[in-house]
């Protein structure tokens, strides 16, 4: 239980672009996600924090008209790399929380996506 | 503003050993939570063991068990019969009880564990 899909795994795309991920929760309403992003070798950078239905809460130093941020449903969340460069090339995980079917909090991470940009 | 410190950016096991990963913290808040992420070469984040704050018994999960020093906030991950699927990054994080932060968690820089068969 308590599965987060993440979509695309792997994308590539020529610089200027924009480009979309996904992130499912397929079997809990995620009340609240968050968007990381990592370099080879380094920890998880925490991006934003979106709750469903409310703008995301973007950490300091990252662009929101660069990443923006969208939680429309309680299973839904994307991140859109707008006008994507290569120093844009990373990988983006997502991680959803909520309330799971047996009433636990759950805190689950997507597969995460890498992006390169050309 | 609570902080993550795993001072060991690698280490490595001889398979059937025991390993350690040492994880400090700095925080203010007296109730919070404990983890330790493994983080293979698919990059697929694992849960691989909880620690509440208030609980005063180490957690453990088969073969992996923790030292949980509150006083000296200190959350070390003890991993033994190591296998070489151990072989990962691992990250050591932490999470607020409180509402505020909601389930945000903060991670440690991470351990590269190498198995050695």
């Known amino acids: 239980g308590a599965v987060v899909s993440q979509h695309p795994s792997r994308v590539i795309c020529k610089s200027g672009t924009s480009v979309k991920i996904e992130c499912r929760s397929l079997?809990?309403?995620?009340?609240?996600m968050f968007w990381y992003r990592q370099f080879p070798k380094q920890s998880l950078m925490l991006m934003a924090t979106?709750?469903?239905?409310?703008?995301?809460t973007y950490e300091q130093g990252v662009e929101k008209d660069k990443f923006l941020i969208n939680h429309a449903s309680l299973t839904l969340s994307t991140l859109t790399v707008t006008s994507a460069h290569p120093e844009d090339s990373s990988f983006y995980i997502c991680?959803?929380?909520?309330?799971w079917g047996s009433g636990a909090n759950v805190l689950t991470f997507g597969a995460g996506s890498r992006l390169t940009v050309l | 503003a609570q902080t993550v410190t795993q001072s060991q950016p690698e280490m490595s096991v001889q398979e059937a050993e025991t390993v350690t990963l040492s994880c400090t913290y700095d925080?203010?808040?007296?109730?919070?939570?404990l983890f330790w992420y493994k983080q293979p070469p698919s990059r697929q984040m694992i849960l691989v063991i909880r620690?509440?704050?208030?609980?005063?018994q180490n957690a453990t999960e088969n073969r992996f068990s923790v030292n949980f020093q509150k006083a000296a906030k200190s959350f070390s991950l003890k991993i033994s019969d190591s296998q070489l699927g151990d072989a990962a990054m691992y990250f050591c994080?932490?999470?607020?009880?409180?509402?505020?932060?909601?389930?945000?968690?903060?991670f440690g820089a991470g351990t590269i564990l190498r198995v050695k068969s």
């Open positions: 620690q509440e704050a208030y609980k005063q």
């Open positions: 979106s709750n469903e239905g409310s703008k995301a």
């Open positions: 079997d809990f309403q995620a009340t609240t």
């Open positions: 994080a932490y999470r607020s009880a409180s509402r505020e932060y909601g389930n945000k968690l903060v």
């Open positions: 991680s959803a929380s909520g309330i």
């Open positions: 925080t203010s808040e007296s109730d919070y939570y």
